[in-house]
């Protein structure tokens, strides 16, 4: 599956994919997967490369606070990413190549270390709107929400703790079982953005096989169309 960055403006998608760019993410490894849009370029970048860009001018985001969910959207479940999930990131600005290949490294220290305690110093606390770490002291009831802005979210249709927690790429990670696991984040004003925005995650895509719609890897969306997207098309 390729990686795709979208978002919507008035009914209408604007993406920025690695599709037919020699991109390979389903080798049994942890990839780096970041959308970026600065009001003007959306883009798609891997493992802390810009793969792709895509001129679109000044747009508003179609994004009016609807629920945000980690490894699936909210059309019915029927583009669940099946797969490991770690270290989720949204900002309400664009970050730059320098900040993006900051995120990239950091999955290479040691797997006991702190994403929290590696950004410290750094610019990489400023405009985050929400990241979850999905590490083991964050995952209980309540999935939290490190960046000060209290976005913490839930596992929805019963996804266990005590099967969901994986080894990750920084720390720990839940896999997702492609049918009705996810986490679920209820609306909130500060992931209502409207222009400039980053979408971040690492993931571990166990196979080829994506589902003919594609898989959501993280999204804010509504019953019917999606605001913001990072997923891998079919």
């Known amino acids: 599956g390729a990686p795709v960055f979208g978002i919507t403006h008035s009914g209408t998608t604007f993406v920025a994919t690695s599709e037919g760019l ?27 490369v810009e793969k792709n860009s895509n001129t679109i001018g000044a747009v ?13 959207d909210c059309n ?18 664009a970050l730059g190549s320098t900040e993006i290949a900051a995120l990239a490294t950091s999955g ?7 994403s929290v305690d590696l950004q410290k110093g750094s610019t990489l606390t400023s405009g985050l709107v929400g990241h979850w ?9 309540t999935v939290t929400d490190r960046s000060g802005q209290s976005n913490n979210g ?14 990750g790429k920084l720390g720990q ?7 009705d696991d996810g986490v679920r984040v209820p609306a909130h004003t500060s992931m209502n953005i409207q222009s400039d925005i980053t979408l971040a ?19 804010e969306s509504s019953s019917l169309i999606w605001d913001y997207e990072l997923y891998f098309d079919a």
Request: aromatic share 8%; charged share 20%; glycine share 12%.
């Open 108 to 114: 290479a220290v040691k797997i006991g270390a702190s």
């Open 76 to 93: 019915g479940g029927i583009r669940r990413y099946n797969g490991s999930i770690d270290e989720v990131r949204v900002y309400s600005r």
């Open 22 to 48: 020699s991109v390979t993410v389903d080798d049994g490894n942890w990839h780096h997967l970041v959308g970026t849009y600065n009001g003007a370029d959306i883009k798609i970048w891997v493992d802390g």
């Open 154 to 167: 839930y596992m929805r249709n019963g996804m266990a703790t005590s099967t969901g927690k994986v080894i």
């Open 173 to 179: 990670a839940l896999e997702f079982d492609g049918v």
């Open 133 to 141: 770490t999905l590490d083991g002291a964050d995952v209980t009831t």
């Open 60 to 72: 508003t985001l179609t994004s009016t606070a609807n629920t945000f969910e980690v490894a699936g």
């Open 201 to 219: 995650a690492w993931v571990w895509l166990p196979d080829t096989t994506i589902k003919v719609q594609g898989e959501a890897i993280i999204s």
